[in-house]
């Protein structure tokens, strides 16, 4: 299976700010990633699919980027609503897989 | 807009099998992938499985032992099931519409595995 390992596990921090969550996969991925985010006692929302594309509807402060490997979620500027934790998935390979987590709490 | 809903037992006994379905109202179920992912409580999210509307499948192998998905297009359902359960099967069950890239979600349904 391939593992996929988010950093960090949590973080903290001010409404407005630049925030950035990394996933890297075990093996290359091409862009076969997604992105996540779950707000407590709520079903996952996708947000962002191949990696950098954002699912309609999503507000442009979300962004992905990334390939091969490594992989970048960043919010550009944190809003209150935004606290959730967030999952990449690879489809690169059965058994799809995901990331443990990331909860982002506001500071 | 598409909606999913899952139903079933929230209480299973253990060695028993775990049966749960998902309505898809708003939208066919026919020309779709369809998952089922589960999160132990406090825990991450795991993969079980997907079954395009043909009926064609694939399992994750931790649990293709137990697994069984079956789509039902008349009734626009389709089902989970899980034999043999254990109290590591206790979970928040999500049905979604989408094999590779789920994008629309169920609520979810909290499973517990106990006698």
């Known amino acids: 299976d391939i593992q996929m390992t988010q950093s960090p596990s949590s973080l903290s921090a001010s409404v407005g700010d630049r925030v950035t969550i990394t996933c890297q996969a075990s093996q290359d991925i091409s862009n076969y990633l997604n992105w996540y985010q779950q707000k407590p006692g709520k079903a996952p929302k996708l947000l962002i699919h191949?990696?950098?594309n954002l699912e309609t509807g999503v507000p442009s402060r979300f962004s992905g980027s990334g390939s091969g490997a490594d992989f970048i979620f960043t919010i550009s500027s944190l809003q209150p609503e935004d606290i959730a934790t967030y999952y990449c998935?690879?489809?690169?390979?059965?058994?799809?897989?995901f990331g443990q987590g990331t909860k982002l709490e506001i500071k | 807009q598409v909606q999913l809903q899952e139903s079933g037992p929230g209480l299973v006994k253990p060695s028993e099998t775990l049966s749960l379905t998902c309505t898809v109202s708003g939208g066919s179920i026919s020309s779709h992938y369809w998952s089922w992912i589960r999160q132990p409580p406090g825990k991450g999210l795991e993969w079980i499985g997907y079954i395009y509307y043909s009926g064609s499948t694939n399992y994750n192998p931790s649990l293709k032992s137990r697994v069984t998905l079956s789509v039902d297009t008349s009734k626009n359902q389709f089902s989970l099931k899980l034999s043999s359960v254990t109290a590591a099967d206790t979970a928040v069950y999500y049905c979604?519409?989408?094999?590779?890239?789920?994008?629309?979600w169920g609520q979810g349904t909290l499973v517990t595995v106990s006698s």
């Open positions: 998935q690879q489809y690169y390979n059965l058994p799809y897989t």
């Open positions: 191949d990696a950098s």
């Open positions: 979604a519409r989408g094999g590779s890239t789920p994008a629309s």
